[in-house]
């Protein structure tokens, strides 16, 4: 069995109404993703850049002591 494709072309009630627009918007006024991938990717993001910047700050700390 073949699944039939339609290249090129698809439909979304959201994206008619104006949904998915209004939720983008929102999304960059408040600066917190609506999807939960993107608040997963935010956190991850944040979590990553908060462990550098302590592995930095206890370099610093261990240097300072010498």
Do not use: D
């Not at 991850?44 to 370099?59: D, E, K």
């Amino acid at each position: 069995m073949s699944r039939r494709r339609t290249y090129g072309f698809s439909f979304s009630w959201r994206r008619a109404a104006g949904i998915s627009g209004a939720k983008a918007r929102l999304s960059r006024q408040i600066g917190i993703p609506l999807t939960q991938s993107g608040r997963e990717r935010k956190l991850g993001r944040m979590t990553g850049h908060a462990i550098g910047w302590i592995g930095v700050a206890v370099l610093l700390w261990l240097l300072s002591k010498f």
